[in-house]
């Protein structure tokens, strides 16, 4: 059986390497409910959020993705990036941007996210950049 690798343990060694194991993807299926749950929370009134946390919460519902395919994460997140907003409809919008990235990147790509703010004195606000190692839109499509 070429290809195909049997590991034997026995006793007390299994049991805590199970266990182990059992506890660390417990912990994942967690924090991943946590994050898909806001998804689903409807805010009354626009409040301010902080982006850098929203596409924190983000990048780790896709970071399972992520790891399989080898993209390396380079994230330039300012933490005092606020902005007056529904925060679920900003995650809906990151989240799409980040799922269109993967869409298009090759494995072993690069995704690039930053997170800043801008301007000076009444006309301030945060740019978010979202940029990918893919191929991009076709002409055909475009």
Known sequence: ????????????ETAGAFLQTAEQELAR???????TLRFHRQAKAAAFADLSEVMGSVL??????????????????????????FEDEIRRVFANLVSNSLDAIPAGG?????????????LRGVRVTV??????????IR
């Open 131 to 140: 940029a990918d190692t893919g191929c991009g839109i076709p002409v055909a």
């Open 110 to 122: 690069r995704l690039l996210i930053r997170i800043r703010t801008t301007g000076r004195g009444h």
């Open 60 to 85: 780790t519902l896709f970071r399972s993705r992520l790891i399989a395919r080898h993209i390396q994460i380079f994230a330039e997140c300012q933490a005092d990036a606020r902005i007056c907003c």
């Open 1 to 12: 059986m070429a290809g195909f690798t049997v590991c034997v343990r026995t006793g007390r």
């Open 29 to 35: 299926v967690s924090q991943i409910t946590t994050q």
